[in-house]
């Protein structure tokens, strides 16, 4: 079953409430409101994995294809409250060494 | 199919049906129905909405969420003309609606028109089918097999969900004694993933030559992949240099799950470090390592699909390896099977693709 995340803009910051499943089936579904919803007024693109149990390689696609935008705009992305295996998968593809990744251990990197 | 309890409806229906040369089944319940459907390949349903045993609009809803590959269509039959009914019909996923009292002819155009379409969407759906097998079946050309290449020591297994995937490999004889090994994993699971592996094939045997270091494969493949790739796609790629000559391993990864190695005497050795994915990062950075093997060390590199259907992705990487072992005895082609086999049965139930590919020194 598809779940669309969550959109809320809170000052220059967007807000990306995941749900459990961050796959092709949302991607494909939420990724045309997103890019409309990056506007000139956004400097941040924060997304939240705290209820995230699976992320595929369409939803890392669409993490990666936002920070390297916001990164043309001198803008930033986040990635909040990964779970554990999450974090070892996105470590494992050197993202966390590239993007601001905060797993629910706390761990702070990028 | 025609449910419904009143003996007078249903005859003038069967009677309408039949009349004009169709096949009816009658159900006076919802019970009755449902076994029915268990026994019956069934083409259309006149469902009345108010039986006996339950409204037949939730029991749609219930036997739809039950039955994911429902696909005949289902006209409500009703005396409530009302919007507020109707509109509850078309949510559940009816197609459209007969009322009471029956108009013989509107009953039959109605069911000739939906019986039409559903014949036009099976027709589609099986071209789609045909068509994808053609794609596969053209993709897994573009892939070696091992028997075409003896001298390069290798079998591989290979698992697709759909005919065409974004899952690939490739072996190339980059030098007398020098054989390069690519697995690959393209990033979503459109049609457009399993034609991006095309390109990626064109760009290795391009690159893939004994003047480049492997890392400098991936550097170019990567240079070029930016240039044409959307902006979300990318690839994770695992490429293995196996030199035959002087013993060596080189193994080259961006992104792409650890590779195994095991020596001929068993010891495995899991090879998990860091690098960039592929198309995605100009100053990518890629993880090498080069080894001195032995005779008959064996080198097992995979997609993510073999190993993801576990809880955790390490214990799948855990239990590969244990597998490895185990068939160190037998010969690759029956090591590559019973690895395959035992994965599955020991949890390995991933929707994605999957390759195994073991390279034996």
């Known amino acids: ?110 | 199919m025609i449910v419904e309890d009143e003996l007078t409806s249903s005859i003038i229906l069967q009677k309408v049906l039949e009349g004009y040369g169709y096949d009816t089944i009658w159900a006076r319940n919802l019970t009755i129905a449902g076994n029915l459907l268990e026994e019956h390949d069934v083409s259309l349903m006149l469902l009345d909405i108010n039986l006996p045993d339950g409204n037949g609009i939730e029991w749609y809803l219930n036997y739809k969420s039950n039955h994911l590959n429902q696909t005949f269509p289902v006209l409500f039959v009703t005396a409530d003309e009302t919007s507020e009914q109707k509109i509850r019909g078309f949510d559940a996923g009816a197609v459209d609606y007969i009322t009471k009292p029956f108009d013989q002819l509107e009953i039959l155009a109605r069911v000739k028109t939906h019986l039409r379409l559903r014949a036009a969407y099976e027709r589609l759906t099986e071209l789609q089918s045909e068509r994808l097998k053609k794609l596969g079946n053209s993709q897994k050309l573009m892939m070696p097999h091992p028997d075409n290449l003896p001298g390069a020591s290798f079998a591989v297994q290979m698992k697709q969900i759909n005919h065409a995937g974004g899952d690939f490999y490739d072996v190339v004889q980059t030098g007398t004694n020098l054989w390069d090994y690519i697995i690959a994993d393209a990033s979503g699971h459109d049609l457009d993933t399993s034609l991006w592996t095309a390109t990626l094939k064109a760009l290795f045997h391009e690159y893939a030559t004994v003047l480049n270091t492997p890392d400098e494969i991936l550097q170019l493949i990567n240079k070029s992949l930016l240039k044409i790739l959307p902006i979300h796609q990318f690839f994770t790629i695992l490429l293995a240099r196996v030199n035959k000559k002087n013993g060596t391993v080189t193994l080259v990864s961006a992104g792409h799950p650890p590779p195994i190695i095991i020596s001929p005497h068993g010891e495995v050795s899991i090879f998990d470090q860091e690098s960039d994915i592929l198309g995605m990062f100009p100053n990518a950075v890629f993880a090498s390592t080069t080894l001195n093997v032995r005779l008959g060390t064996r080198i097992f590199i995979y997609t993510d699909g073999l190993v993801e259907g576990f809880e955790d992705m390490q214990e799948g990487i855990t239990k590969l390896a244990e597998m490895a072992q185990k068939t160190m005895q037998l010969c690759v082609r029956k090591a590559i099977a019973q690895s395959h086999t035992q994965l599955q049965r020991l949890g390995s139930f991933s929707h994605d693709d999957s390759i195994l590919m073991i390279v034996e020194v």
């Not at chain 1, 043309?72 to 554990?84: F, H, T």
């Open chain 1, 1 to 110: 079953m598809s779940e669309i995340p969550l959109l809320t803009v809170n000052n220059d910051c967007l807000m990306v409430t995941c749900k459990t499943n961050f796959t092709a089936e949302e991607v494909h579904q939420f990724q045309g409101h997103l890019l409309d919803s990056i506007t000139d007024d956004i400097s941040k693109v924060v997304f939240d994995l705290t209820e995230t149990t699976y992320l595929d390689s369409s939803g890392i696609g669409l993490l990666v294809a936002c920070h390297n935008s916001m990164n043309l705009l001198d803008g930033s992305v986040e990635i909040r409250n990964v779970s554990e295996n999450i974090y070892r998968l996105l470590s494992l593809m050197r993202l966390t060494k590239r993007i601001n990744v905060t797993s629910t251990q706390g761990d702070d990197h990028g």
